[in-house]
C-alpha cells in the first residue's frame, strides 16, 4: 500500500513585503502574493492544477491510488 501523498508548503516574504509560497515536491511550483495567506491558497491552487495536468497527460502519480480508490 502506498502512503498518501504530502505536500509541504513553504513561505517567506521578500524584501519587497511580497509572499512567496512554493512546495518543493512539485517542480515549479511555486507564486507570489501581497499576503502569506493568499500565498498559500494560491499555491494550493497551482498544485492541484499541476497534478490534474499530470494526471491528464497519463503520468504515474505515487500516492494517487490512496486520494481516488476506485470500488471493485
Do not use: H
Not at 511550483?29 to 499530470?54: H, P
Request: proline share 3%.
Amino acid at each position: 500500500m502506498c502512503a498518501v501523498m504530502k505536500f509541504t508548503i513553504e513561505t517567506g516574504q521578500e524584501d519587497d513585503g511580497r509572499w512567496i509560497a512554493e512546495i518543493p515536491e512539485l517542480s515549479g511550483v511555486m507564486i507570489y502574493a501581497q499576503s502569506r495567506e493568499e500565498a498559500v491558497v494560491r499555491v494550493k491552487s497551482l498544485a492541484l492544477r499541476v497534478l490534474a495536468d499530470r494526471l491528464e497527460n497519463g503520468e504515474d502519480i505515487s500516492g494517487m491510488e490512496q486520494v481516488f480508490p476506485v470500488a471493485a
